[in-house]
């Protein structure tokens, strides 16, 4: 399948790319993001969480699954840098069809477990304030967000 690529300047134009996919959401969509230290991963999901009415996103880091109910529909937000990999699931997958959206930074991580219908997101930071935002769709569905928001 397709990859699409943009590069944004700052903060704002990868939240404005996170608030484009965020109106296209769907229940038991799911986001996989990965890239480096840094690369705006919370970033976009803040940006898309805010779309959805949610504010208080807070960096799950610590808590590897947060769930917010505020919004349209539910938002996970999930951080699995700390898991060693999927073999450590701790019920990780039951999220994917819960009927709401899950967005998972470090999902490569987990990546045995991961749906095959999914949409990956890789974050490459090229300068100061510039990432590069690969969007990788797996599934029809998926490609043809990617289509409409680009
Ligand atoms: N174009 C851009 N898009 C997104 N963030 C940017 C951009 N330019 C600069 N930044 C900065 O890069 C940082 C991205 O931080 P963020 O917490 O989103 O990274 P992350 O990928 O979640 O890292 P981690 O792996 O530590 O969770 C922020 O400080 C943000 O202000
Ligand atoms: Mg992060």
Not at 47 to 55: L, R
Not at 64 to 71: A, L, V
Not at 114 to 123: A, G, N, T, V
Request: hydrophobic share 35%.
């Amino acid at each position: 399948m397709e990859e699409y690529k943009i590069t944004t300047r700052s903060d704002n134009e990868t939240i404005a790319i996170a608030q484009n996919i965020e109106s296209e959401k769907f229940p038991n969509m799911v986001i996989c993001l990965n890239g480096e230290l840094g690369s705006g991963k919370t970033v976009f999901a803040k940006g898309f969480a805010h779309s959805m009415g949610i504010d208080e996103i807070t960096s799950p880091t610590f808590t590897i699954i947060k769930e917010y109910t505020g919004g349209e529909l539910p938002l996970y937000h999930m951080d699995v840098y700390r898991l060693e990999d999927s073999s450590e699931d701790i019920g990780i997958s039951e999220y994917f069809d819960k009927g709401g959206v899950t967005i998972i930074e470090w999902a490569d991580t987990i990546k045995d477990i991961l749906p095959k219908e999914r949409l990956d997101i890789r974050f490459k930071i090229t300068g100061e304030n510039t990432r590069v935002i690969i969007l990788n769709p797996h599934g029809e569905k998926y490609n043809s967000i990617c289509e409409a928001i680009i």
